[in-house]
C-alpha cells in the first residue's frame, strides 16, 4: 500500500494551493516551527473547512464540524482543561455502556496528546477520534470549557488590591495583563461584535453587544479602570497620557487560534474614559455568496447584476446593517487571478487574498474621491468603494463606471428607492447616473431564532400589536423565542441578512435620467415582481429562521399589503 501524500502534495493535487504557495508556506514553518496547515490557512492560501475536509479524506477519519456540533458535559468533564487546552483536543460525546469517547483533534498524528489522554482515562476507555479545524477547536475549547470563573477570580483580586480607596498598593502587573486579555477573549468567543468598557460614578460597566444588542456581562469596582484603560491604550498603540480628547487604535490578538482583530475608540465622559472595541473576525467577515440565506429569485437577480461587466452597485442601510459582509461576499465572489480587484476603506476590516486594499482616513491622508483617482491608474477591474459620503466621491465612482469598471459601494439610505433621491440630493446628476446603475440592495439584519428552543405559536397570538392585516391574512402558525442554555436564555442566536434587491433595466434607466420620485420608482419595480424588506423578513418568519416580533423591531411592516401577505403564506405552505 502506498504511503499517503505529504499534507503540501495533498492540497496541490486538490488544486487549493499552487507550487508558489506552499514553497512560501514552508519558508515560513522553518523559521515558526508551527505545523504547515495552520502556517497555510494563517497565509489565507486555504481555508479552514477545505484544510479539514482534506486531512480527513487523507486519514480515513470522519471529520466534524464544531461550529455546529455540541460537546456532552460528560465528555467534557471527563478531560481536564489544562490538557485539551496544552494538546488542542476537544471531548466530544462519551458513551458509558461502551466506555467510548469520542474526542476532536487538528492532527490525527499527535502521538504525545493521544498518550498523555489515554493516561488521563485509563485503558477501559476506548477513543475515537475526530478530524476538526485548528482554530475550530481554539473557539470551541474556550466556549465549553470557558473562562468566566478565572475572570471572576481575577477581578477579585484585582479589586481586593486596589482596595476601596483606590490605593494601588505592591500589585503584580501580570494581573492586569491576564485580565485585558481573559476579556478580550471572552468577548470574541462569546461571537460579541462589540465590547463595552463604561465608568459609571462608582463602578465600571462591561457590556457585550452580541446579535445587535447590548448585555452587561459585569461590573467591578471603579478602582480598577485606570490601569484596565492604560493597558487596553498601550494594546491599541494609543497615547496614554491623553484622556482629554478621543483617540482611535487597533489591536491584533490570537484568540482560540484565530486571528482577531479590535479597533479600538476613546471618549472622554463624566466619569472617566469610555472605551468601545468593535470586534472583527476574520472568520465571520467572509461569507459565501450561497450562504447569504438569499431566496431562488433574489440569488438569480444578483448573480445577473454581478455579470455586467461595468457599471455601479450600491448596498444601503443604515450602520451595522451588514454591508460590508454582503460586499466581501460579492467581492470574493468575483475573486480570480483574472480579476483586479481594488478597494478603499475606512477601515480596513477584513483582509482578503488576491485582493488590494488600502486604508482611507485622516491618518492615510487620503480621502474617498483622491484614492479613486489613484486607483484608477492601477489597471482594476473591480473597484469597492467603502462609502460614499460626499458629491466628489460619488462623482468619482460614477466617472470610474463610466470608464469599463465595477464599481461597488455602500450609501446610507433607508430603502433601495430612498437611494437615487440621496445621490440627487449630494449632487449627482441624473444624466451621469441613467445607464450606469447595475442594481441597489438594501438589508437589515435581524436576530436568528434559537433552533434549540423556538416554539410555535398560533399566527393571530404572534401578530400582536401588528397592523390588522396580520390579524386577518392567512397565515400559517410562526415560530416565537423562549430562551434555553443553548442561547444563553435570549431565544436567539446568531443573526440572519434580510435583503430587498433592484436590478436595473432600461426602462428603469429611463425613470433614472427623468430624476423619477421614489413612488414611480417603487410602483415600476413592484409590476417587475420587486420584494420590499418587510416582504423579506416575512418570508424568513414563515420558514422559522426569526419572529414576527423580531421583524417588527427592525423593519416597518405598514407597508406590507394583505395580498402580499396572503401570497407569501401561500409559498410558504407550497
Not at 516551527?33 to 487523507?58: D, M, N, T, W
Not at 489515554?118 to 477547536?137: F, M, N, S, W, Y
Not at 446610507?412 to 441613467?434: C, D, K, M, T
Not at 441597489?440 to 398560533?458: H, K, S, T
Request: charge should be negative.
Amino acid at each position: 500500500m502506498n504511503a499517503p501524500l505529504p499534507i503540501g502534495q495533498t492540497l496541490i493535487a486538490a488544486g487549493l494551493i499552487g507550487e508558489d504557495q506552499l514553497r512560501i508556506a514552508l519558508h515560513e514553518q522553518q523559521g515558526r516551527g508551527q505545523p504547515l496547515g495552520r502556517l497555510l490557512v494563517e497565509l489565507g492560501f486555504v481555508s479552514e473547512i477545505a484544510l479539514r475536509e482534506v486531512l480527513a479524506a487523507r486519514s480515513g477519519l470522519p471529520c466534524v464540524d464544531l461550529a455546529t456540533a455540541l460537546a456532552d458535559p460528560d465528555a467534557i468533564a471527563r478531560v481536564p482543561q489544562a490538557l485539551a487546552r496544552r494538546h488542542r483536543l476537544l471531548p466530544l460525546q462519551y458513551d458509558a455502556a461502551r466506555h467510548r469517547l469520542i474526542v476532536a483533534m487538528a492532527d490525527a498524528h499527535d502521538i504525545v496528546a493521544l498518550d498523555r489522554l489515554r493516561a488521563e482515562l485509563g485503558p477501559e476507555v476506548h477513543i475515537e477520534l475526530r478530524l476538526a479545524g485548528d482554530g475550530e477547536l481554539g473557539r470551541a475549547i474556550d466556549q465549553h470549557y470557558g473562562q468566566a470563573s478565572s475572570i471572576e477570580d481575577m477581578v477579585r483580586e484585582l479589586e481586593r488590591r486596589t482596595g476601596r480607596s483606590g490605593h494601588n498598593g505592591n500589585r503584580d502587573p501580570q494581573l492586569v495583563v491576564r485580565m485585558v486579555d481573559a476579556l478580550l477573549a471572552e468577548a470574541a468567543s462569546r461571537g460579541a461584535s462589540d465590547l463595552h468598557f463604561e465608568p459609571e460614578s462608582g463602578f465600571l460597566r462591561i457590556r457585550h453587544r452580541i446579535d445587535g444588542t447590548l448585555r452587561q456581562v459585569r461590573a467591578m469596582h471603579k478602582s480598577c479602570w485606570p490601569e484596565l484603560a492604560v493597558r487596553l491604550k498601550v494594546l491599541a498603540s494609543m497615547d496614554i497620557a491623553e484622556s482629554r480628547s478621543p483617540q482611535d487604535g487597533r489591536i491584533g490578538l490570537a484568540v482560540g487560534g484565530r486571528p482577531i482583530d479590535f479597533r479600538v475608540a476613546t471618549q472622554p465622559t463624566l466619569h472617566g474614559e469610555n472605551i468601545v472595541l468593535r470586534i472583527l473576525d476574520r472568520d465571520k467577515g467572509i461569507v459565501p455568496l450561497d450562504a447569504l440565506g438569499l431566496s431562488t429569485d433574489q440569488h438569480a437577480q444578483l448573480e445577473h447584476i454581478l455579470a455586467r461587466p461595468e457599471g455601479l452597485v450600491l448596498v444601503v442601510g443604515p450602520t451595522g446593517s451588514g454591508k460590508t459582509t454582503t460586499l466581501y461576499s460579492m467581492l470574493n465572489h468575483l475573486n480570480s487571478e483574472a480579476v483586479n480587484i481594488m478597494t478603499l476603506e475606512d477601515p480596513v476590516e477584513y483582509p482578503l487574498a488576491m485582493i488590494r486594499q488600502t486604508q482611507v482616513g485622516e491618518a492615510s491622508r487620503l480621502d474617498f474621491a483622491d484614492g479613486v483617482r489613484a486607483l484608477l491608474r492601477q489597471d482594476p477591474d473591480v473597484i469597492l468603494v467603502g462609502e460614499i459620503r460626499d458629491a466628489d466621491t460619488a462623482t468619482m465612482a460614477v466617472r470610474a463606471a463610466l470608464t469599463g469598471h465595477q464599481v461597488f459601494a455602500t450609501l446610507h439610505a433607508n430603502s433601495v428607492f430612498g437611494a437615487l433621491p440621496r445621490l440627487f440630493e449630494i449632487g449627482i446628476g441624473a444624466e451621469l447616473l441613467a445607464g450606469n446603475l447595475c442594481g441597489i440592495l438594501a438589508q437589515r439584519l435581524v436576530r436568528r431564532l434559537c433552533p434549540d428552543c423556538r416554539e410555535r405559536v398560533p399566527a393571530g397570538e404572534a401578530a400582536g400589536r401588528l397592523p390588522g392585516r396580520f390579524a386577518t391574512a392567512r397565515l400559517p402558525p410562526t415560530h416565537r423565542a423562549r430562551g434555553c442554555a443553548q442561547c444563553d436564555f435570549q431565544g436567539y442566536r446568531g443573526r440572519l441578512a434580510i435583503m430587498e434587491i433592484l436590478p436595473f433595466d432600461s426602462g428603469l434607466d429611463e425613470l433614472v435620467a427623468r430624476r423619477a420620485s421614489a413612488g414611480e420608482l417603487r410602483t415600476a419595480a413592484r409590476t417587475r415582481g420587486h420584494r420590499i424588506l418587510a416582504e423579506d423578513g416575512l418570508r424568513r418568519v414563515l420558514d422559522g429562521s426569526t419572529s414576527l416580533a423580531e421583524l417588527a423591531r427592525v423593519v416597518d411592516l405598514s407597508g406590507v399589503e394583505t395580498d402580499d401577505i396572503a401570497r407569501l403564506a401561500d409559498e410558504a405552505n407550497a
